[in-house]
């Protein structure tokens, strides 16, 4: 199980000691929240961040593209470094041409699914994905409720996983904190997110150690 923090929940104005903090707390990769203000309402940062952010930390970095026809940046945020990439499945008419590209190029391919969109949506990409990341809270804001709702939807993914013998992580994003990891854990995921599960925590490798032990 690996735990990726969520810098969107960081204090931004020392986000040079906010990404070395989680770095030495034991963090496995980056999470980074790309939000464009079109597909999400709200907006964060874009490439030139991440390339600044890739030259502090060994840490892999898992971009997370909230963007609207991410096909046209896709090249921009791997050359900026992120080994890892996902975009979502409703934000783009043409999902197999992006991860085509990904694979091309030799990065990580995620495809990311909202709370409300069924698997079912994205079982022709499962076996072509390295990572399907599902949403429990809407995108957009950090620090919001856990949607205990899409559960099931991460044990449907997971099973579906076993049962064709693809070889696709589960990436498991909002609302997460020690309270409810242990239920996300059993459910299938195999990397949790964490924003304010971490980083408003006091102490951040107490929190990401929590986080990753927690098995229901
Ligand atoms: C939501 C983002 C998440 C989120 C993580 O739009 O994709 O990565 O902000 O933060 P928490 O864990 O606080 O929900
Ligand atoms: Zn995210």
Redesign the pocket.
Known sequence: MKVAP?I??ANFSQYQREIKAVEGAGADLL?L?V?DGVF?P?ITFGPMIVEAIKDLTKLELDA?L?ITHPEKYLKQFIDAGSGWLSFHCEATQNPSRCIDYMHERGVKAGL?INPDTPFGTVTEFMDRIDYL?I??????????K?ITGVLPKIEEAKNYIGRQKINCMVEV?????VENAARVCSAGADII????????AKDYRKAIAELRCSRG
Not at 135 to 144: A, E, I, K, L, R
Not at 173 to 177: E, L, M, P, R, V
């Open positions: 969520s969107i929940a999470h929240d939000m999400v709200n997370h909230m990311a990341l949403m429990t809270v809407n995108p957009g804001f950090y620090g919001q856990f994003d909002g609302g997460i904190n997110v964490a924003g304010a599960g971490v980083f408003k």
